[in-house]
């Protein structure tokens, strides 16, 4: 995967968002939570925003459909196949959440109606969407827990959330995620409350409906070990801004900003060659995210970075193409002084 791939009507990406910046009005001021955030999404393509907590990927994601809380200024362009979004009345945009975006939250339980059976919550959508009458409903919600992998559905859509596991809580989400076959859909750290087991089960649906239904997905993980599994392409966020992006082979194999390679020696799995009993710290990150209250005109990453130099302060860095050895496309960096290239 070297782009976002076109849309099925071959004239740009399915979905495309230029200069995104979002600000809330706090009684401490103005937080700066996305400053200018760039992206492209292709369809049947599963792109990755990762980074720390705070770090503005959440914020980017809800903007698409339309989810931030009242007072969130949104300012720059959201266009779901050319269409604008921000810009889209209350009662059209409610119409293109569920039917071309969904999202699945990260906790299924504060999402999920206690009251009400699972097969209710998901006829709910296909009646509204589709305009189903309750037995065709019911009949396709159904199909829809098949299809999320979950066993004997004709008999969990009479049950209420808290009778199903986590991870069957999980697919429930997906399954109300998809029951429109939308063309975006949004997961929003979709495995943080799973086990290993579980999770890889989650990320297999994520598979299947891009495979099966050409779903284009975006995940937002701070988990870089889902990234590797899943994504096909990945923007790193740091500060509310794009930092780096990349195909995630091409990300893995040379991580060209600091807090890239950061974050891949913060992994387990980069100390797991030593023996049991002498295994080294995890690295960590010295210092703190800056507060989403300031906007300096430098480098945000520039007082925890090992690479800074006095030109960090000068002026902030754009993402730019790296310059590499590999042929891949579409690799950019966010960095006066990157790195040559070297794997972790």
């Keep these: 995967m070297t782009g976002a791939r076109t849309a099925p009507n071959g004239d740009g990406p399915l979905l495309d968002i230029t200069g995104l910046a979002v600000d809330f009005d706090t009684e401490d001021g103005v937080v700066h939570a996305v400053k200018g955030v760039d992206l492209s999404l292709g369809a049947g393509e599963i792109l990755a925003l990762c980074g720390e907590s705070g770090c503005g990927k959440s914020v980017t994601a809800m903007s698409i459909p339309g989810l931030l809380p009242r007072g969130a200024r949104i300012s720059g362009s959201v266009k779901l196949e050319g269409r604008e979004l921000t810009t889209l009345p209350a009662r059209a945009l409610r119409d293109v959440r ?23 919550q998901l006829g709910e959508v296909l ?35 808290h009778q199903l596991s986590g991870g069957m809580r999980q697919r429930v989400m997906i399954a109300i995620a998809v029951a429109c076959s939308p063309k975006v859909l949004i997961a929003d750290e979709p495995t943080t409350a799973l086990d290993v087991t579980i999770q890889a089960g989650v990320l297999d649906v994520f598979r299947d409906l891009r495979d099966r239904l050409g779903t284009a997905i975006i995940l937002i993980t701070h988990d870089l070990s889902v990234v590797a599994d899943i994504a096909d392409r990945a923007i790193v966020m740091y500060a509310g801004r794009a930092v780096e992006q990349a ?31 002498e295994r080294p710290r995890l690295a960590e990150i010295p210092g703190m995210v800056p507060t989403p209250m300031t906007d300096p005109d430098e480098c945000a990453f520039q007082p925890r970075c090992p690479r800074a130099e006095p030109d960090c302060t000068a002026s902030r860095p754009i993402l730019e193409k790296a310059v590499s050895e590999s042929p891949a496309d579409g690799h950019t960096v966010a960095c006066f002084h990157p790195l040559e290239g070297e794997g972790r």
């Design 98 to 120: 569920g039917k071309e975006i969904s999202m699945v939250f990260q906790e299924p339980m504060t999402s999920l109606n206690p009251s009400f059976t699972v097969g209710y």
């Design 127 to 161: 009646r509204r969407h589709e305009g189903m009458s309750r037995g065709q409903a019911r009949a396709r919600s159904v199909e829809l827990l098949d299809l999320v992998g979950i066993p004997a559905p004709d008999r969990r859509i009479k049950e209420y959330p």
């Design 247 to 277: 195909p995630v082979t091409e990300l893995f194999a040379r991580p060209r900003h600091p807090y890239t390679m950061g974050l891949m020696k913060a992994l387990p799995a980069a100390v797991t060659a030593a023996g049991v009993g």
